[in-house]
């Protein structure tokens, strides 16, 4: 599998209450024996130096397209995530700690946006930037208030931690050419955490 280099996230150590165990998935979201040929697929092809492979009930399914696509996180305590997307013999990775000030009120970590495949001249019409953010708490759900042109469906985890804390991890692409739209926007159902989609804030 080809695989984009990672880009690990080290800034300072938070300084803020963190959980030390694991967090585990909500609902649809946790991973079971069916899945296992989409987990094979997303960590036979290497995960940053430095961090391991969750154990199944940490796996946090975001997005699955198929057997050998799709994007999942997982946090090994209350201050460390991982962040894998695979798309058939391609993949990319963000492991890390999160900031102690989240770029945005109520998001923790985002991801600008990493290509869905390696592009070439003569597919550049057919590539797609998959987004990825971390929002803190579990109830909100999550949508377009002003969609992009071409943008795809939010897609929504959420995860719990021993001590009841929640995290909603998000994921959503967009096309990889064209301008982008300033006033496209993803919000909570409250509307009390939006956020520009076309770039995420970084």
């Known amino acids: 599998m ?7 996230t080290r800034p300072s150590v938070s300084q803020r209450p963190y959980d030390t165990m694991p967090a585990r998935a909500l609902g649809r979201a946790a991973a079971t024996g069916r899945d296992q040929a989409f987990l094979d697929a997303v960590f ?4 940053p130096s430095g961090y391991k492979a969750p154990a199944l009930d940490q796996v946090i399914l975001i997005h699955r397209l ?7 996180a997982w946090m090994p305590d209350g201050r460390t995530f991982c962040y894998r997307m695979v798309r058939g013999t391609y993949g990319s990775s963000r492991c ?7 770029p945005a009120p109520g998001l923790l ?9 390696v592009t070439h001249e003569d597919d550049l019409d057919r590539f797609r930037v998959v987004s990825f953010v971390m929002a803190e708490g579990g109830s909100r759900t999550f949508d377009h208030v002003a969609r992009g042109r071409g943008a795809g469906p939010v ?3 959420v995860a719990r931690f021993p001590s009841g804390r929640m995290v909603t991890f998000l994921t959503f692409d967009r096309p ?6 300033p006033k496209a926007e993803i919000c909570s159902s409250d509307r ?3 956020f520009p989609s076309e770039p995420v804030p970084y």
């Open 2 to 8: 080809t695989t984009k280099p990672s880009a690990t």
């Open 176 to 181: 990889g050419l064209g301008e982008l739209d």
């Open 96 to 102: 890390g700690r999160l900031p102690e000030k989240g």
């Open 155 to 157: 897609h929504q985890a």
């Open 192 to 194: 009390a955490v939006c």
């Open 109 to 117: 970590f985002t991801v600008t946006g990493d290509h869905d495949r």
């Open 44 to 47: 036979d092809s290497g995960i």
């Open 66 to 72: 198929d057997d050998e696509s799709g994007e999942l």
